[in-house]
């Protein structure tokens, strides 16, 4: 960690005085758009594939090998003369990295500033000449799309074009703007080009000149400098930018910052060239997946360099090269509030993240006790005992892009990996039995033999050694020599498993596509099946734990709870077909309980039976408290037993927060305490104050009116989509909560942003809700356990918090 004085950086301004440029940067793009490939955007006309299939191919010199691609005459290339090339159109051509790629030809009509450029020339990518029109080229690459640039890139003479050290400068009046050396296409010079231009390179007399966009970020699409020419002869002065640009000592504005880093920072970067250039990162990191979902894991080092106004992140690969370049910045007129845009280059890539509040969270320390580094995106703490944890590992993905699962136990002392069973993109679940000593897997796909098939396994937690296997009926009868990836379609598939107090309950249709079914209740010591039990069309299995003690299923119009011994009925409750969909089938929802991975599963559920909501005592069966269920309806248990009634009042299942109302349940007198114009949700109770989200943002309201003490809309931001990425938990003064990619700390009593864990990265799991809210951070004694979304566990000492973070 690089220490030092806090950094001077607010309300600082830099003016590099460029005569006789800016009326161009303002009203350089006011004028008329005639043609299409003059304006600023990415797309292609159908003039421009006219035009390409009208050219020609001339041989002009046979020693130089050159080409010249005519065409009619437009506007735009009347006045320009024709480049010509030393390739043939679809011959690949040779370009060096860094230039700007163009979505059409452009001319003086197009500001500067405003040439919207999303894509740079890279050295592992190939680019195939298409067109020549004028003094542009158009090129096409493996994706393939087409760009255009200028043609006078693709000459030898252009080679000996040098890099320079970037410099600020002035420029004297009646100086030009020029598309290349000598070019046709030129830019008034009679504004001023502010901070936004910088040297970078130079050829015979002329200097190249990045310019740096007016936008750098709007509507999920980011945007890079373009580089254009001006004479030696008409800079009046220069000065060279000093390298260490993050130091200290240095006060360099944002923008110049990113000016720099877009125009000198790619793929061949070496860590050695990012520090001499930006100095020493103020933290290095282990960094998220760089990899797609469905590939082995690659995790780099990701470098943090953090301003209370900007935060540079920089990820390296195992052969410390750059392969990622990320800010995370303030909402200015440079980059939309609450946007974010993402970029790929081959395997680089470009990442801008605009935040939502007035402030980004700064590093904070805090040593783990050890690190689990894992396989899979995310860690979810699935259960522990005294010295194992029961762990889920999953690549993040979803439908198509879903690839594989994992469960596995780790050591609860040391961090060490006791086995794991991968179970690839098929259906799969892990049950704690009643002891607490062994687990139930279901898995209906063989990631070795490439093929769905069923499985339950019974194993050991401490050392995954096999204790029985259940084998469904018809499996062994397959025909395993042919059509092997679908020689388990012509059996009957499992539905899943459930659990109660020491029985393991498999869920199987009569046949395959039918709505009946059968109940297999078996010994979770031995595997031996004590009964079975066949059901009628809609029935259902609704147990949750092997703490319940008994066998709870829906049929014919009841709840029934069943010995699970035996199969005895023990207790009924009438449970006529709701009209209201369950809200658990909303693979969006996180769950009506928050459940503790280190406790027995409570014995109080809340159900939906007929049209309301009812908390139903699972060892006697009696109703002990009443919600009349409505459509839109969705409710959440607090951790004193209390119920969060969230109600969208146009009775859909999603909506903006302005159309819900939440209330809060009072489980003793059976009324409703309170009720607020607002949607809030992932309540944690501590005292008579409740920590929520509301409305997207972190909030605190008072538990006995609903009023809210605190919000922290205005410094943490508002988040579009309430996806629950894991819940709140409380160290003494500090409230952790997993926001966006970071683990925020902030102080509890008046939701001040204090900043992020070190080393911590998290991420938004669609259709994982429920894993993330109980699963991603708990803590029991004092230790405090965090899963994240590149494959790390870990345990941080509760007591060191306040320690390591002194204010």
Known sequence: ??????????????????????????????????????????????????????????????????????????????????????????????????????????????????????????????????????????????????????????????????????????????????????????????????????????????YGVSIAPRIWSRESTGYHHVILWIKKKDIASQTPVPDGWFTNESSLPASLLRHLVDTKLDQTTTARQTVNWLGEPDWKEQSRNMNETGDPMRIGQTWRYERNDAQLLLTFDKNMKLTEIRWNLLADQQNEAASGSYSRLDRFVYTTQVATGKFIPQTLPWKPEWVNQGDLNYTFLQAGTEDVLLMKGDDGGFSGMHYDDSFYALDRHTGKMLWRVHTGFGPAQAILNTNRDAVTLFTSYDTDRKQYVDRVRHINLKDGKLLWEYRPEGQDQRNDSTNKKNAANDRVRLNGIKAAQDVVIINTPVAEGSSNGWLHVLNSSN??????????????????????????????????????????????????????????????FDGIHRYDPFAAAPLGRWMLLDDQWVLLDLTSGKK?????????????????????????????????????????????????????????????????????????????????????????????????????????????????????????????????LLGRVHDVVMGTPDHRDRDAKNGTINRIDDEVYVGSANGRFRVFPADLLEEEISF
């Open 624 to 752: 002990r408290s009443l919600i009349p269920a409505r459509i839109g309806q969705q409710i959440e248990v607090l951790n004193d037993g209390m119920v969060l009634i969230r109600q969208n009042q146009k009775g859909n299942m999603y909506g903006d927060y302005d159309e819900y109302t939440t209330s809060l349940f009072d489980l003793g007198s059976g009324k409703i305490r309170w009720t607020v114009n607002a949607k809030i949700e992932r309540g944690l109770l501590e005292a008579d104050q409740l920590y929520v989200i509301k409305n997207g943002y972190p909030a605190s309201v008072d538990y006995r009116n609903g009023e809210t003490r605190w919000d922290a809309k205005e410094s943490v931001g508002a988040n579009q989509h309430s996806t629950n990425q894991g819940s709140y938990l409380i160290i003494g003064d500090r409230l952790l909560l997993p926001r966006n990619e970071d683990l925020l700390v902030m102080d509890k009593k008046d939701g001040t």
């Open 527 to 588: 595997g031996k099946r004590l009964w079975s039990k066949k059901l009628t069309k809609g029935y259902q299995l609704v147990n949750r734990s092997a703490d319940e003690p008994y066998v709870l299923y829906r049929e014919k119009n009841q709840l029934v709870a069943a010995d699970p011994s035996t199969g005895r009925t023990v207790w009924q409750v009438e449970s006529e077909p709701s009209a209201i969909d369950h809200i658990e089938n909303d693979p969006y």
């Open 1 to 206: 960690m690089k220490k030092g004085p806090e950094r001077n950086i607010w309300g600082y301004t830099q003016c590099v005085t460029l005569t006789g440029i800016t009326a161009l940067l303002l009203t350089g793009c006011m004028m008329t758009e005639t043609l299409t490939d003059a304006s600023g955007g990415q797309a292609q006309n159908s003039k421009h594939q006219m035009l390409d299939q009208e050219f020609q191919i001339q041989i002009a010199n046979a020693d130089l090998n050159t080409s010249t691609l005519s065409q009619p005459l437009t506007p735009l290339s009347s006045q320009q003369t024709s480049v010509k090339v030393p390739y043939k159109k679809g011959e690949s051509i040779t370009l060096r990295k860094g230039l700007p790629l163009f979505g059409g030809r452009k001319d003086n009509r197009i500001a500067v500033d405003q040439m919207k450029i999303t894509y740079l020339t890279t050295s592992s990518d190939k680019y195939t000449l298409a067109a020549v029109q004028g003094e542009w080229i158009k090129v096409k690459t493996k994706d393939p799309y087409s760009y255009w640039l200028p043609g006078w890139y693709a000459l030898k003479q252009s080679n000996i074009m040098t890099e320079t050290e970037p410099r600020t400068f002035t420029i004297k009046t009646g100086g030009k703007l020029y598309l290349t050396p000598d070019s046709t296409v030129t830019w008034p010079s009679n504004e001023a080009l502010s901070d936004q231009a910088l040297i970078v390179s130079e050829w015979k007399d002329w």
